[in-house]
């Protein structure tokens, strides 16, 4: 048996929009039978190292029936994009960054994907053409309706995600 599918999720500070896009893409790759698949997340900025999920972010995700998993936030790294299988970008300006952090690897480079790129409902946006349609938005500056558009969003991509992994694992 090969070395495990790696999937990445990346936002700013690694305590909203990236970890519950972790949660629930494990639960989703759980129920498809794909629970083999390694998923975890990261951010851009080391601001929030060490700390926890915001509660906010907690509340949002057990509200959608998710199991919060005790977690703290990292910086991405280097070496956390070369290994990764797939790098899935909360915005534009997260995917510029981790593109650059690839730059030595194009392969890598290649590898980082919007993650609402995968919402049969978002923008299509060409490639080259303006990522920023695909942006989702930051709930850290808002409400628990903020965090509920952001979990509605996180999910709403969610299967495509695991169908892109599906089809990837049958051409290893």
């Known amino acids: 048996m090969g070395a495990p599918y790696r999937v990445m999720t990346v936002c700013t500070g690694n305590i909203c929009r990236s970890p519950i896009a972790e949660v629930v893409l494990r639960a989703r790759f759980d129920t ?3 629970g083999d698949v390694v998923v975890d997340s990261t951010g851009i900025s080391s601001e929030e190292h060490g700390n926890p999920i ?3 972010a907690a509340t949002a995700l057990a509200a959608h029936g998710y199991a919060v998993p005790t977690r703290v936030a990292r910086q991405v790294t ?3 994009v070369a290994t990764a299988d797939l790098v899935l970008a909360m915005t534009s300006e997260h995917a ?3 593109r650059s952090l690839a730059r030595a690897d194009p392969g890598a480079a290649g ?3 919007m993650y609402r790129s995968f919402d049969p409902d978002a923008p299509r946006v060409a490639p080259g053409g ?3 349609l695909l942006d989702i938005d930051d709930p850290w500056y808002g409400d628990a309706a ?3 558009d952001c979990v509605g969003q996180v999910e709403a991509a969610a299967d495509g995600i695991v169908e ?3 089809t990837a694992l049958a051409e290893r």
């Open 78 to 80: 280097r070496s956390d």
């Open 54 to 56: 915001d509660p906010r």
């Open 130 to 132: 303006p990522e920023h």
């Open 164 to 166: 892109h992994v599906r």
């Open 96 to 98: 510029a960054a981790l």
């Open 111 to 113: 590898r980082v994907l």
């Open 32 to 34: 498809a039978g794909l």
């Open 146 to 148: 903020d965090f509920e």
